[in-house]
């Protein structure tokens, strides 16, 4: 593959007007998310949740790349036509997931460092075979007492960096993403912080390891307040500091920037990604490649398809189900839940980076919305996926 086509390939993944689909959920996390549809994880139902992705019609007019699971590269539609192939006819040009994960960081508790480096120039090869023409992988930076430590900052970077000269030389675009999780009550200056901080050393590792900034695209956290902070920034805030941080950072040369949604609701991360698009003055396409904000309202209605419509569970698709401080927002979402998408009852889980007690949003709800007085929970700590009554 020319080095001139990475270019070409990094500029159409975040093409005007479109994102990148994270759809490469590890078989474990997808079993989460299927859990939340009552849908059992197997093979077959994982593809053919991933059929009813890929082959949405008029998918491209909306989505440049899809990320896939190594599972998934290899899997085909009902009519025999291997998904990088439907994608690439649907217009979208297919990636894949190549890290191995985060795991535990020796000498630093509380802390990850992503792994996956051994045999990855032999695994790309194979992946650029099968149609992938992108690659990514993601680094967990951890908010919390004392940590991040540079040790944890400089081994993703470095890991980073050395992942994604292994996808330039074996021509796969390398998507670059330090995640700074928004699990914790850290405020939005100390999330602005961690992320200046992560970003400066991810873009001198990049450098040192010699990689085109024009053959890449970032995808970054946004800067927002810690998911149990009492204070949440507002959307403009958001949009201004995130924007800081990035002008501050990213080099020009890079074509764009797509963010991940991190585990807010999809109406969020667009609001998010909306402002700033209309704050504007960088150089680089601002994009999402989101997973959670783009397939909750799927597997909602694909839960309800397998027929499972009885036992809805609503969790990390509702966030705002567990912000206390927000007592009439919940009451409208889960009424909207129980009314509109026709839930007999709904039911809070927490196990989706929201951990906070069920009992006192519990309480909210039933106060406020009378058509969410179904809502069951037991108020134990921390949360079971169901209840029994009480709360
Ligand atoms: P979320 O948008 O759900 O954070 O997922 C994006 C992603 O690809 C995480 O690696």
Redesign the pocket.
């Known amino acids: 593959m020319s080095t001139q086509s990475l270019e070409a390939i990094a500029k159409s993944m975040v093409a005007s007007g479109k994102g990148i689909l994270?759809a490469?959920e590890s078989t474990g996390t997808i079993e989460k998310r299927f859990k939340s549809i009552s849908v059992e994880n197997t093979e077959e139902n994982r593809r053919a949740y991933r059929e009813l992705l890929f082959s949405a019609k008029g998918i491209g007019q909306y989505i440049g790349g899809a990320?896939l699971y190594d599972e998934t590269l290899r899997q085909k539609s009902a009519d025999g036509t291997p998904f990088p192939e439907l994608l690439a006819r649907q217009g979208v040009i297919p990636g894949i997931?190549v890290d191995t994960g985060a795991k535990d960081m020796a000498l630093c508790p509380g802390e990850t460092v992503t792994e996956g480096l051994d045999g990855l120039a032999k695994r790309c090869a194979e992946y650029v075979k099968l149609g992938a023409r992108f690659a990514?992988w993601?680094a967990v930076i951890t908010i919390g007492a004392g940590i991040p430590s540079q040790a944890c900052i400089t081994a993703n970077a470095h890991a980073l960096a050395r992942y994604a000269a292994i996808c330039q030389a074996a021509g796969l675009v390398p998507i670059v993403?330090p995640?700074v999780l928004m699990d914790g009550d850290h405020t939005i200056e100390r999330c602005e912080e961690v992320t200046e901080w992560t970003l400066r050393e991810q873009f001198a590792a990049l450098a040192s390891q010699r990689i085109a900034f024009e053959k890449m695209v970032l995808?970054p956290s946004m800067v927002v307040s810690g998911a149990s902070c009492k204070q949440q920034a507002s959307v403009a805030e958001v949009a201004e500091r995130t924007l800081k941080v990035l002008k501050r950072t990213v080099p020009a040369a890079v074509p764009g920037i797509a963010f991940?949604?991190?585990?807010q609701s999809d109406e969020l991360?667009t609001k998010h990604l909306d402002a700033m698009n209309k704050l504007g003055g960088g150089a680089w396409t601002l994009s999402f490649?989101?997973?959670?904000?783009?397939q909750a309202a799927v597997r909602q209605e694909h839960g309800i398809v397998t027929g499972r419509r009885d036992e809805q569970v609503i969790e990390g698709d509702f966030p705002e189900l567990v912000d206390d401080d927000r007592g009439p927002r919940h009451a409208r979402v889960a009424e909207q839940a129980v009314q509109q998408r026709g839930f007999p009852a709904a039911e809070v889980a927490g196990d989706d980076g929201y951990r906070r007690p069920l009992r006192r949003h519990c309480g909210h709800l039933r106060r406020q919305a009378p058509a969410a007085r179904g809502l069951r929970c037991s108020g134990r700590w921390p949360p079971s996926r169901s209840c029994g009554r009480g709360g």
């Open positions: 994270a490469d990320i997931k990514k993601r993403e995640e995808k991940l949604s991190g585990g991360a490649s989101y997973g959670r904000a783009l």
